[in-house]
């Protein structure tokens, strides 16, 4: 059992940072949701806070590292001029042409989208800190953003793993 | 304004909480909408011209792509550090910046979707 470089990295892109921000997200939008008054003791709320703080830190991080291996590390491999490269295996089929052309060309452009909006909701969240509790509008428009970020990087995902199963790249 | 701070909530007694202005929080926001249209523009722009595509070619590997995600996110930094500038001392409702934002990246999204851009190809 073995991995070539070419898995690994896409491994790393996809399993390793992708699925590290999807499945966060979960505790996040949870942490985020429940950082209200009547839920929490002051005790509670530094706690929270500062989990919420390293987990949406975290997941910035993430979503940069999951943008930064699939575009310079993972996709000069899957658009290489050659017959084996996944571009050139699914145009090469008018029945998987389409993976491409909307489906890898819609990925690789709206993935980007999503660690901004997470740096975006990492800052809101540090800046604020413990007060964030007591700014419940900016409060929800984090959870706007934060939700936005998820569906952004859930399609990159989505298509990342149906393109990768119509032509994988080894 | 409406005030943004939540005044009826109990506020636990032995938090720290220090009052800061909602203006950089707004300058995030925008900058984020900012930052996603750029994305937007700049694909387009890429489909539409042959020569802009080549300009954006910053690394042969990558393709287009390296030019157009290196400008959008230059683009966003540079507009986050301008609004934030801007808007660090003022009481900028996080809400309208929100709702500009959202606009701002539907429009991004549009100009990444590939049935729009493929749009603007030239005919072969």
């Known amino acids: 059992m073995s991995l070539t470089d070419r898995e690994f990295w896409t491994l790393v892109h996809g399993m390793g940072f992708g699925a590290l921000f999807l499945l966060g997200f979960a505790g996040g939008l949870e942490g985020l949701y429940s950082l209200r008054p009547q839920f929490l003791q002051p005790a509670g709320v530094r706690d929270r806070a500062r989990r919420l703080q390293i987990g949406v830190v975290t997941m910035a991080v993430a979503a940069w590292g999951t943008v930064l291996t699939g575009t310079w590390i993972v996709y000069p491999w899957y658009r290489e001029d050659i017959p084996e490269s996944p571009r050139s295996v699914l145009l090469a089929d008018p029945a998987t042409e389409e993976w491409h052309h909307f489906g890898m060309e819609w990925k690789e452009h709206v993935a980007w989208i999503s660690p901004i909006l997470a740096t975006t909701v990492a800052f809101i969240v540090l800046y604020y800190g413990t007060s964030l509790i007591r700014h419940d509008r900016v409060r929800k428009t984090t959870i706007v953003l934060f939700v936005l970020a998820f569906v952004f990087a859930a399609v990159a995902g989505l298509f990342g793993a149906l393109i990768t199963k119509a032509a994988p790249l080894v | ?124």
Do not use: C
């Open chain 2, 1 to 124: 304004m409406a005030s943004n701070v939540n005044a009826g909530a109990t506020a636990p007694e032995h938090a720290e909480y220090v009052d800061k202005p909602e203006g950089p929080v707004a300058a995030a926001i925008l900058a984020a909408g900012v930052g996603a249209l750029a994305l937007g523009i700049l694909t387009t722009l890429a489909e539409a011209s042959e020569g802009f595509k080549e300009f954006l070619t910053i690394t042969e590997p990558v393709g287009p792509l390296s030019g157009k995600t290196i400008g959008a996110v230059i683009i966003w930094l540079v507009a986050w550090a301008v609004l934030h500038l801007m808007y660090r001392t003022k009481e900028v409702e996080s809400r309208k910046a929100l709702t500009v934002t959202l606009v701002l990246i539907g429009l991004g999204v549009l100009g990444t979707f590939p049935i729009f851009f493929q749009a603007f190809a030239p005919p072969e």
